[in-house]
């Protein structure tokens, strides 16, 4: 059985990650990482969806047992993202995908140089422009605040790996990109080392 | 229209690169390289396809030109691979193939930095034994030959970008693995270094 990679994939604002995401997972070669949290749930959250919701004594344990891949704290409450689950899923063979933001990625790459890194976007800025003001829910000054974000996101594009676009009404292509990537990169030399050595030895 | 890649595929004898190379190029997406040669056809080697048969004025002229990536000469007679028909290949967005050996994939990667080195694989060494003695056409001492070479070409594996495993029956199925490390490769950050400037002037 072959490991699964894990992914980290970030997108701005209109990149339609959490879709495409979705349908990764929905296929059961990906699974998504689910970050805890000592934070009350919010009307609508669902425990073990939107957050694995744990007490302050929970928390501390899995940190001390090293289930967490890095943790912090936001207005008084912890944040960890889950490192036991993401190594069964990996060992299962299956896929672990993490969305998170560049910061949250140029972590990871640190933590777990393994992480493949992917960045999706909408097919251009333009696009993504309209994307943002066809929600209709936000305003003006907000819409504008997140496309000058992620200008300064886009900064950090040469520290990933793969770029994925994401056009209207193709988001299975994306999702489709995103499944080639991962049967490429499992045929890296790089993630092969021992390659060779299996070949002579079988 | 996106530039294609220019793929070089060595295999150790039995691999089947040949095999999984027509289909690609039957696909229509990818062009196999054909060398020119000032040695005259053996029987049955067609023109165009075996080699570009040309005189030794031609083959001058093409060096001269730098229609050539690199020349070589062996028994008094001269070879060299296509550079010119690369580049066209290459700007029509098709993917160009060429077959080499390891040390000539070595070379390659010095001359053209942006090609990508697939090694294509039986399932395992004692598979590859199998193959070669099921031909049924070779002195066993030869056989014996091109496993010991094998060895030796497996040392430059790390040299490579990818592996490729061409089990018996799946020949379509190497064919398709390397059809999306061609798609992935298209995706990558380090191949699209534009790609955020053109995200945001569009």
């Known amino acids: 059985m072959k490991k699964g990679l894990l992914l980290v994939v970030s997108g701005p604002a209109g990149s339609g990650k959490s879709t495409v995401d979705s349908l990764l997972c929905a296929g059961g070669d990906f699974e998504r990482s689910v970050s805890y949290t000592t934070r009350l749930p919010r009307a609508g959250e669902v425990n073990g969806r939107d957050y694995n919701f744990v007490s302050e004594a929970e928390f501390d344990k899995l940190e001390k047992e090293g289930a967490l891949f890095e943790s912090n704290c936001f207005c008084g409450y912890h944040y960890g993202s889950p490192r036991r689950r993401a190594e069964e899923v990996l060992a299962s063979g299956r896929n672990f995908i993490m969305e998170i933001d560049v910061h949250g990625a140029m972590n990871m790459k640190k933590i777990y140089p393994e992480a493949l890194l992917i960045m999706l976007l909408p097919p251009s800025y333009s696009e993504q422009e309209?994307?943002?003001?066809?929600?209709?829910?936000?305003?003006?000054?907000?819409?504008?605040?997140?496309?000058?974000?992620?200008?300064?996101?886009?900064?950090?594009?040469?520290?990933?790996?793969?770029?994925?676009?994401?056009?209207?009404?193709?988001?299975?292509?994306?999702a489709e990109e995103i499944r080639s990537i991962v049967r490429a990169e499992k045929q890296s030399v790089r993630r092969n080392p021992e390659a060779k050595d299996t070949y002579l030895a079988n």
């Open 130 to 174: 309209k994307r943002l003001r066809g929600r209709g829910t936000e305003p003006e000054e907000k819409i504008l605040a997140r496309l000058e974000q992620t200008k300064r996101e886009l900064e950090f594009l040469p520290q990933y790996d793969y770029i994925v676009y994401n056009a209207d009404g193709k988001i299975e292509a994306a």
